[in-house]
T-cell receptor, first 110, second 114 residues
Framework: GQQVMQIPQYQHVQEGEDFTTYCNSS?????IQWYKQRPGGHPVFLIQ???SGEVKKQKRLTFQFGEAKKNSSLHITATQTTDVGTYFC??????????WGLGTSLAVNP | EAQVTQNPRYLITVTGKKLTVTCSQN?????MSWYRQDPGLGLRQIYY???????DKGDVPEGYKVSRKEKRNFPLILESPSPNQTSLYFC?????????????FGDGTRLSIL
């Protein structure tokens, strides 16, 4: 079935280091969404990418959609302890369902 | 305040005792959905609803029922709960059922079935 691979599963960084999570699909995606879930919280929508090669920034977060629309990345510059959480990607499958990656859990050492 | 409200937030119950988790949204959203979240398995969709009186199975519907009689409410029913339904449950909604809409999540319901 449709699926998306999200890597890495876990990442542990020192505060101030950069962090990147990747979302890879074997099929072309119509769009991709990114969510953040803080420990004990619920997923919160961050952004949606639709166009091939699209790059969007939110302060220290940079989101990219690949030229072939088969992969996406979320890059955080100079992580802070407030960045701790699990980052999920999700895309619209062809069966009218959102397909979710398993998430990347980010831990930040102060 | 625009929000998705789930109740209860926590529930410990016993096998076989019917329970309902309520979900209500005040944003006039068409699309609503239930997920369960288990360690290592991510978010798995249980049921979704494209609009009033329109529901469909997600990836893990066994043991669950839903209804959508009003636009704002989408209750999740466990007729005969079993221990393998112990999980963290999220209700989510979006404005349209076109899948290019952000999903708005409730705070979650942690269910323990003994």
């Amino acid at each position: 079935g449709q699926q998306v691979m999200q890597i890495p599963q876990y990442q542990h960084v020192q505060e101030g280091e950069d962090f990147t999570t990747y979302c890879n699909s074997s099929t072309t995606l119509s769009n991709i969404q990114w969510y953040k879930q803080r420990p004990g919280g619920h997923p919160v929508f961050l952004i949606q990418l639709v166009k091939s090669g699209e790059v969007k920034k939110q302060k220290r977060l940079t989101f990219q959609f690949g030229e072939a629309k088969k992969n996406s990345s979320l890059h955080i510059t100079a992580t802070q302890t407030t960045d701790v959480g699990t980052y999920f990607c999700a895309y619209a499958g062809n069966n009218r369902k959102l397909i979710w990656g398993l998430g990347t859990s980010l831990a930040v050492n102060p | 305040e625009a929000q998705v409200t789930q109740n209860p937030r926590y529930l410990i119950t016993v096998t076989g005792k019917k329970l309902t988790v309520t979900c209500s949204q005040n944003m006039n959203h068409e699309y609503m959905s239930w997920y369960r979240q288990d360690p290592g398995l991510g978010l798995r969709q249980i049921y979704y609803s494209m609009n009033v009186e329109v529901t469909d199975k997600g990836d893990v519907p066994e043991g669950y029922k839903v209804s959508r009689k009003e636009k704002r409410n989408f209750p999740l029913i466990l007729e005969s709960p079993s221990p393998n339904q112990t999980s963290l449950y999220f209700c989510a909604s979006s404005l349209r059922a076109t899948f290019n809409q952000p999903q708005h999540f409730g705070d979650g319901t942690r269910l323990s079935i003994l």
